[in-house]
């Protein structure tokens, strides 16, 4: 059985730090490509960042410079850091697994950014 954990998630004040981790199990994780998306209310689900098996990552413009996705394959864990947030970070996180025809995605953690 596939599973995709997110964690991580939380309140947080403008301009602070979160890591959002990503647990899974049931895949060969290191041959996955994974993504970060995110979903805030009333707004379609936007990718954040995404990072291959050859580990080359790619953002949303939005968050450059501000977000780091990593992975760990040893761990089977996808990592976001997420600093300098803004309150327009505020929405549910999601990872998501792709090989081929293979799509799985985790249940969220929600991120909310207020002071």
């Known amino acids: 059985q596939v599973q995709l954990v997110e964690s991580g998630g939380g309140l947080v004040q403008p301009g602070g730090s979160l890591r959002l981790s990503c647990t899974t199990s049931?895949?060969?994780?290191?041959?996955?490509?994974m993504t970060w998306y995110r979903q805030a209310p009333g707004k379609q689900r936007e990718l954040v960042a995404s990072?291959?098996?050859?580990?080359?990552?790619n953002y949303a413009d939005s968050v450059k410079g501000r977000f780091t996705i990593s992975r760990d394959n040893v761990k089977d864990t996808l990592y976001l850091q997420m600093n300098s947030l803004k309150p327009d970070d505020t929405a549910v996180y999601y990872c998501?697994?792709?090989?081929?025809?293979?799509?799985?995605w985790g249940q969220g953690t929600q991120v909310t950014v207020s002071s």
């Open positions: 998501r697994a792709q090989l081929g025809g293979s799509d799985y």
């Open positions: 049931g895949i060969i994780f290191s041959i996955y490509d």
């Open positions: 990072i291959g098996r050859g580990r080359t990552a």
